[in-house]
Nanobody
Framework: QVQLVESGGGLVQPGGSLRLSCAAS????????MSWYRQAPGKERELVAL????????RYADSVKGRFTISRDNPKNTVYLQMSSLKPEDTAVYYC???????WGQGTQVTVSS
């Protein structure tokens, strides 16, 4: 079955860290572009981070630059989003997206609150 499955979300205090994982099955991430999006309640889905290819360049939304890092482990067929110095405004459902086939994961909730 071709799918993306996110994990690693949860409740964290402001200033804390989380690492999200996005595991692909049924296809190989390889050197294809992958990204993380997020959607907060009442807001549109927005691009958070982009990995253009295996070992290639990365792009980030201004709101997360210097705090979030996208990476990939091709042998594990997994993409990660390391999030640090989290803020309440980072609260959202986070989704990974594969550009090669237009596939979305089911999302994982991240809540930043004291």
């Amino acid at each position: 079955q071709v799918q993306l499955v996110e994990s690693g979300g949860g409740l964290v205090q402001p200033g804390g860290s989380l690492r999200l994982s996005c595991a692909a099955s049924g296809f190989t991430l390889g050197s294809y572009a992958m990204s993380w999006y997020r959607q907060a309640p009442g807001k549109e889905r927005e691009l958070v981070a982009l990995s253009t290819s295996a070992g290639g360049s990365t792009r980030y939304a201004d709101s997360v630059k210097g705090r979030f890092t996208i990476s990939r482990d091709n042998p594990k067929n997994t993409v990660y989003l390391q999030m640090s110095s989290l803020k309440p405004e980072d609260t959202a459902v986070y989704y990974c997206y594969s550009f090669v086939n237009g596939l979305w994961g089911q999302g994982t909730q991240v809540t930043v609150s004291s």
